[in-house]
């Protein structure tokens, strides 16, 4: 089952389906075992960081092995590729979707890149997403920022130009940015559901995905779910579930094989990701 398929199950249903990072094996395993318990499809996504430190093509391999596996959709994403070199390193490795994030650049040379990597993807019958508004936040500690500075309606995603991004690039999916944040905060993080509305409105055909899934007010997302949002991004809050319980499993043995105390750590991911999975609605696109 294609990308492009899951996606308009999603939106006829009024669920999401989950996007979950992995920068090592471990993490991928407990995304695929949290995927077969639910039986539900999964988009599994690597930065380019991660891809380069688990390799393009050795993902598209782990991709295929687990989804053979587990008998289950599997879509991997190149997720925030910043420049056109990375996201057709992703193409040609093998990758299912990309997300080519140009918002650290200027709009026109945004919608360049975003058009070239557009042609190439289509080529392969590959997704593309495309964001005009930089998400703020990073894998960090972001616990003691304030989440105010980043709620200011002037910085949110204005409907009538991503319109016009959508209509100029020809790209499947955009990212919105309505108040989300990438990282974990010591507040809870609130949508702005009535500039999702909006964009909603002004982008009735496109697929829209919401980023900084992690520390979102659950019923936040629940709502831009029904309203439109058909993917949703999660990858701190697995970051912080392994590298806790790995430091209690590394802290309390005097092992030194790290399969025995990787168990922990797998678990607590795959629980993360089973409830998120539980939030989005992804177990009812397979029904």
Do not use: W
């Amino acid at each position: 089952m294609k990308a492009q398929e899951l996606l308009k199950k999603a939106r006829e249903k009024g669920v999401a389906i989950g996007a979950f990072n992995v920068g090592n094996l471990e993490t991928f395993k407990a995304i695929t075992q949290a995927a077969k318990n639910l039986h539900s499809p999964v988009l599994i996504e690597a930065s380019p960081g991660e891809a380069g430190f688990m390799g393009f093509k050795q993902l598209v391999y782990l991709a295929r092995a687990y989804e053979d596996q587990i008998q289950l959709p599997i879509i991997l994403n190149l997720d925030h590729g910043e420049s056109v070199e990375s996201i057709l390193e992703a193409i040609k490795a093998g990758f299912d979707y990309v997300h080519y994030d140009g918002s650290k650049f200027s709009y026109e040379e945004n919608l360049e890149n975003a058009s070239i990597v557009v042609e190439e993807a289509h080529k392969k019958e590959i997704m593309v997403e495309g964001e005009i508004d930089h998400i703020e936040g990073s894998s960090a500690d972001h616990t003691k920022e304030n989440t105010k500075m980043y709620s200011k309606p002037e910085l949110f995603t204005n409907p009538q130009k991503a319109k016009e991004f959508v209509e100029k690039t020809g790209v499947d999916v955009f990212a919105s940015f309505i108040g989300n944040l990438h990282g974990i905060y010591a507040d809870v993080i609130h949508l702005n559901l009535d500039k999702l509305k909006e964009i909603c409105t002004a982008l009735p055909h496109t697929y829209l995905s919401l980023h900084g899934g992690s520390g979102v007010y659950d019923d936040d997302v629940k709502h831009a779910i029904k309203m439109g949002i058909v993917k949703v991004n999660v990858n701190s809050e697995l970051r912080v579930a392994f590298k806790m319980t790995l430091q209690e499993e590394i802290g309390k043995t005097t092992e030194i094989a790290p399969y025995k105390y990787m168990k922990r750590p797998i678990e607590e991911v795959q629980k993360v990701v089973e409830t998120k999975m539980k939030l989005f609605g992804s177990p009812e696109l397979l029904k």
